[in-house]
């Protein structure tokens, strides 16, 4: 089976412009949840989507948002960016709803720098 | 802000020495799962122990939790060239997200 995909790999940006990132979850997985990981720390939680619903969000700015498709697939969306959104973006997903107690399966990432 | 610290930050070890690192964290949590990154990419689930359980055994891996103390610790028993990675510490406190630590470096030297 597939494992999460993500994509692009790799993304460069300019100040002020806006990114789409996108994910596929394992087959089966309805929960997917996006992390933020800058260099040389742990990966921040972002947002939950179970059933195309929001069901937790960290402490981003209004302009990080996400959406979860029929098909489970997800987007983060990350308008007017600046140069400290430069990081791993990272998606996971799971069977349940409990992020907290199940474990999650986490895609390679996506690299974005913002110049 | 983060939830968990590991200690110590970077380990450098011989290969087949084994390897001990440690998770503190500062509230109340249903499970800690311990995860590993290879060069800046995706995580790998390695372990999950729940908050009533005191220690589990996973392969060459052995977890232990002290709830009183609000402490984990990894041991990679034998370690190979291949375990090489950052390991980071996640707390499970509700039901919706993940709050991992800052991730300690290990090196293993051939």
């Known amino acids: 089976d597939a494992g999460v995909t993500q994509s692009p790999t790799h993304l460069i940006k300019t100040r002020g412009q806006h990114v789409t990132l996108r994910c596929s979850p394992i087959s089966g997985h309805k929960s997917v949840s996006w992390y933020q990981q800058v260099l040389g720390q742990g990966p921040q939680f972002i947002f939950q989507?179970?059933?195309?619903?929001?069901?937790g969000r960290g402490n981003f700015p209004d302009r990080f948002s996400a959406r979860q498709f029929p098909n489970y697939s997800s987007e983060l969306n990350v308008n007017a960016l600046l140069l400290g959104d430069s990081a791993l973006y990272l998606c996971?997903?799971?069977?349940?709803?409990?992020?907290?107690?199940?474990?999650?399966?986490f895609g390679p990432g996506t690299r974005l720098t913002v110049t | 802000s983060q939830q968990g610290e590991e200690d110590p930050q970077a380990l450098s070890i011989q290969e087949g020495e084994n390897a001990t690192m440690n998770c503190s964290y500062k509230t109340s949590i249903n499970n800690l799962q311990w995860y590993r990154q290879n060069s800046g990419r995706g995580l790998v689930h390695l372990i999950l122990i729940r908050s009533n359980e005191r220690e589990k055994h996973s392969g060459r891996l052995r977890v232990t939790l002290d709830t009183s103390k609000k402490s984990s610790s990894l041991l990679i028993t034998a370690s190979r060239a291949a375990d090489t990675a950052s390991y980071f510490c996640a707390t499970g406190i509700n039901d919706y997200k993940l709050s991992f630590g800052a991730g300690t470096t290990v090196t293993v030297r051939a």
């Open positions: 989507y179970y059933e195309k619903e929001e069901r």
């Open positions: 996971a997903s799971r069977t349940g709803t409990s992020g907290g107690t199940y474990e999650q399966y």
